[in-house]
């Protein structure tokens, strides 16, 4: 089955403990992108990659990293976790645009993060 | 700047009725629209995708139309069910731009 696949789905850590949320496409995809969802501030992008190794800042950048060394991999990394970045993360992942044509997104099921 | 805003954020209608959710944006410069399905707590479901060169798609019960110029795009559920209820978003793929623009959904409530 084609899908994005996020683990943990929920997760409770403390301030400042490293963390990653890892993310896996099984569908050859070339763009990935994880976003934030917030209530009254909806889905707003952290980051993105184009393809192995080409990553980019969205909107919210600031307390994360990514890294893309496999096309299949996108992981999330927290390195020092603040209570303000507890919220619903979602990973997605789409075909490239570069052949002209512009795919939809396949989003994952989440992961609920709590920082205390 | 791009901005999306779905009216209304929330509707209640009984089983059986027809209805039509709006979203609207504000820079028609876009690849193409994408409507997704939310469940309390869960991931994005794709329902449809409109490219900027088509005015509509269907899939079962469901149409999506799209008016570029005007900045606009209905979804149109038919016959609607109980399992229908869930948060329905929208979001605009811009051009030159590598991200989506969600709209803040609208709260869909069918009762039995």
């Known amino acids: 089955e084609a899908q994005v696949t996020q683990n943990p789905r929920y997760l409770i850590t403390v301030t400042g403990k490293k963390l990653t949320v890892t993310c896996s496409q099984n569908?050859?995809?070339?763009?990935m992108s994880w976003y934030r969802q917030d209530p009254g501030l909806g889905l707003r992008q952290i980051y993105y990659?184009?393809?192995?190794?080409?990553?980019d800042k969205g909107d919210v950048p600031e307390g994360y990293k990514v890294s893309r060394k496999e096309k299949r991999n996108f992981p999330l990394i927290l390195e020092s976790p603040s209570p303000n970045q507890t919220s619903l993360y979602f990973c997605?992942?789409?075909?490239?645009?570069?052949?002209?044509?512009?795919?939809?997104?396949?989003f994952g099921s989440g992961t609920r993060l709590t920082v205390v | 700047k791009q901005e999306v805003t779905q009216i209304p954020a929330a509707l209640s209608v009984p089983e059986g009725e027809n209805l039509v959710l709006n979203c609207s944006f504000t820079?028609?410069?876009?690849?193409?629209l994408q409507w997704f399905r939310q469940d309390p707590g869960k991931g994005l479901t794709s329902l449809l995708l409109?490219?900027?060169?088509?005015r509509e798609q269907t899939s079962g019960r469901l149409n999506a139309s799209l008016d570029k110029s005007s900045g606009r795009s209905t979804l149109y559920i038919a016959a609607s069910q109980p399992g229908d209820s869930a948060t329905y978003l929208c979001?605009?793929?811009?051009?030159?731009?590598?991200?989506?623009?969600f709209g803040q959904g609208t709260r869909l409530t069918i009762n039995p």
């Open positions: 997605a992942s789409s075909l490239s645009s570069r052949t002209g044509a512009f795919y939809g997104y396949t």
């Open positions: 569908m050859n995809h070339e763009y």
């Open positions: 990659s184009m393809n192995v190794e080409v990553t």
């Open positions: 820079d028609s410069a876009i690849y193409n």
């Open positions: 409109i490219q900027s060169s088509q």
């Open positions: 979001a605009v793929r811009l051009q030159g731009a590598q991200k989506l623009v």
